[in-house]
T-cell receptor, first 116, second 112 residues
Framework: GAVVSQHPSRVICKSGTSVKIECRSL??????MFWYRQFPKQSLMLMAT?????????EQGVEKDKFLINHASLTLSTLTVTSAHPEDSSFYIC????????????FGPGTRLTVL | KQEVTQIPAALSVPEGENLVLNCSFT??????LQWFRQDPGKGLTSLLL?????REQTSGRLNASLDKSSGRSTLYIAASQPGDSATYLC???????????FGTGTRLKVLA
């Protein structure tokens, strides 16, 4: 149980285009999901907390107009990178908060974004 | 602001050795701490989760300990195998939030 999927796993786009990444909790409902970014050989940095039915909470330094987050259902959160530029190339990972008393986070497999 | 440091940054050992990976964090007000494994270009696999009230957790050849007051956690890997080669990340969760702050990771290579 507690599986989180991401789609797509890899995406290559041209500079200036927008890219949408989906994060789904497959066998549980997640009112809270998280989006992380990981640059090569660096650790994961939390970008934003996504709450179902309300606005996302962004970490300091993350542009909310550039990284649009929508959490319209209990099993789906989307991250849209708008007007992507090469510096946005990174590994994007989402996680979903489990519903057990442990409040464990379950991570997706990640999406590799390359902006040309 | 929570800061998490992992030592060593990289480690290369022959197969069969017992290993200790260290994690230190600056804010001891944590709810729990998770250890993860990340293979190159892949997502995270949760290894162990220790609640703030616990001292250790074990799963197979893995044992994680937590000393919350001193801001330290260790991951012990017994009888290492080449398949254990990966990056290991620790992540304490700040009390009162759902946020996990990740350490810099330890890149482990176990040689056959």
């Amino acid at each position: 149980g507690a599986v989180v999927s991401q789609h797509p796993s890899r995406v290559i786009c041209k500079s200036g285009t927008s890219v949408k990444i989906e994060c789904r909790s497959l066998d549980f409902q997640a009112t809270t999901m998280f989006w992380y970014r990981q640059f090569p050989k660096q650790s994961l940095m939390l970008m934003a907390t996504s709450n179902e039915g309300s606005k996302a909470t962004y970490e300091q330094g993350v542009e909310k107009d550039k990284f649009l987050i929508n959490h319209a259902s209990l099993t789906l959160s989307t991250l849209t990178v708008t007007s992507a530029h090469p510096e946005d190339s990174s590994f994007y990972i989402c996680s979903a908060l489990g519903t057990s008393g442990l409040n464990e986070q379950f991570f997706g497999p990640g999406t590799r974004l390359t902006v040309l | 602001k929570q800061e998490v440091t992992q030592i060593p940054a990289a480690l290369s050992v022959p197969e069969g050795e017992n290993l200790v990976l260290n994690c230190s964090f600056t804010d001891s007000a944590i709810y729990n701490l998770q250890w993860f494994r990340q293979d190159p270009g892949k997502g995270l696999t949760s290894l162990l989760l220790i609640q703030s009230s616990q001292r250790e957790q074990t799963s197979g050849r893995l044992n994680a300990s937590l000393d919350k007051s001193s801001g330290r956690s260790t991951l012990y890997i017994a009888a290492s195998q080449p398949g254990d080669s990966a990056t290991y990340l620790c992540a304490p969760r700040t009390s009162g939030t759902y946020k996990y702050i990740f350490g810099t990771g330890t890149r482990l290579k176990v040689l056959a």
